[in-house]
Structure formats: C-alpha cells, structure tokens
C-alpha cells in the first residue's frame, strides 16, 4: 500500500491518522503541492482532480479523496473502525466531518489561496481575514454539534472516529494560520487529547519525511 502524500496537508493528514490508528504498514511517497508536482502527467493519472492524498492499494486501485480512501481502509480493516456501523454515532460523525471536509477546508485550501493572492490580487491581510472568516463559521458549527454529541476527549464516543480524524488537521491549520480559537473549548480539548496520542502523534506533518519549512 503506498500513500502519495504532502506533510501539511490537511486531507492528506487525515488519511495518515487512520492508517496510524488502524496499524497499517504503508510506504509514502511526498507530493510538494507548493512546487506543483501534482500537476505532473504521472500524478494525473492517479488522480485526475490534481490533489493530494492519493491511496494506492494492494490491488493496484488508485483512490484519491481523503474521506473515500478512509471508506476503503474501513472496508478493508474492519477491526478498528473509524465510521461506526450504524446508529447515531455514525450519523453524528458523517456530520462533523462533513462540515469540515466539505464546507471549512475546500474554500481554505492552498489552491484556493493562492488564486485569491494569485489571480484576483488579494493583500496577505485579506487573505487572512478571509481564512479566518470561513475557520469562524465553521468551527462555531462543529462546535454545537460536539455539544450535541455530548463530547469529551472525543468528537464521539470513547475512542477516534472520522470526526477526529478530519478535526484534528483542520485544527492545526488554524492554529498555523494564529486564528483566535478561544471560542470552541470542546475542539479543543478534543485536539489535545488526540495529539497525545500515538497514531495521531506519529501523523503530525512535523514528523513526516517529506516536511520543508514554511
């Protein structure tokens, strides 16, 4: 199984805590989206969208799209499941992690960015403003659905679903961009207990082999 990967990714960090969490051995291969190696022809044909992470399993099968490669992991490794079975939870952590994946992190992702700097001539101060604005709403959403759920050192339950997974990098995004999250102490401690941990430790983009500075 081999994970085409980049360090400060926060989808691509995603996969790596749940291949953590579910012991799988893999090789990693690093992606630098910052210089556009995944815009390259042989990158392309793994994953036609451009993004990282990219999954390529035993079989061959090239899977792009964080939440799809952890359907597939779940599927595939069954004794630690990250989207419980049924029931409330499952549903509950389908929410939360919809609302990171698909509402926070699409419109605060590198490319996304860099057009607004790029192509519509944006400040840094403005395109801050703009991170920060959407990391708000978001966050401040997440944050009422962990109260809902009634969370403690998880967004569910007691142990990681795929909720922690998509929170955990969403959160450390936010902290690299020094947004103000004194607002949403359940993400918080949530952040910080999982960070302990050993598998989400050892997915941190400061460990990983392919790390540059910022």
Not at 7 to 26: P, Q, T
Not at 92 to 104: N, S
Not at 116 to 128: H, P, R, Y
Not at 176 to 199: F, I, K, N, Q
Request: proline share 5%; hydrophobic share 45%.
């Amino acid at each position: 199984m081999k994970l085409f990967s980049f360090f400060n990714s926060s989808a691509s960090y995603r996969v790596r805590i749940a291949l953590a969490l579910k012991g799988i051995d893999y090789q990693m291969e690093g992606v630098n989206i910052r210089a556009g190696e995944q815009n390259g022809a042989d990158y392309l044909r793994r994953n036609p969208i451009g993004l990282v992470p990219t999954l390529v399993g035993d079989n061959g099968e090239a899977i792009g799209q964080s939440l799809a490669i952890i359907d597939y992991l779940d599927r595939l490794y069954p004794d630690v499941l990250l989207l419980p079975a049924s029931g409330e939870a499952r549903t509950k952590a389908l929410e939360i992690a919809f609302v990171i994946a698909c509402d926070i992190h699409p419109v605060n992702n590198m490319r996304v960015l860099r057009y607004l700097t790029d192509e519509l001539g944006i400040s840094e101060a403005q395109k801050k403003a703009w991170y920060a604005h959407w990391i708000a709403v978001g966050l401040t959403a997440v944050e009422s659905l962990l109260q809902k759920a009634g969370s403690g050192n998880f967004c569910i339950g007691d142990s990681p679903t795929l909720a922690d997974c998509c929170l955990i990098p969403q959160w450390a995004n936010a902290l690299r961009m020094g947004c103000d999250l004194s607002a949403y102490p359940r993400c918080r401690r949530v952040y910080e207990h999982c960070t302990s941990l050993p598998a989400f430790a050892s997915a941190a983009p400061e460990r990983q082999s392919d790390a540059v500075a910022a």
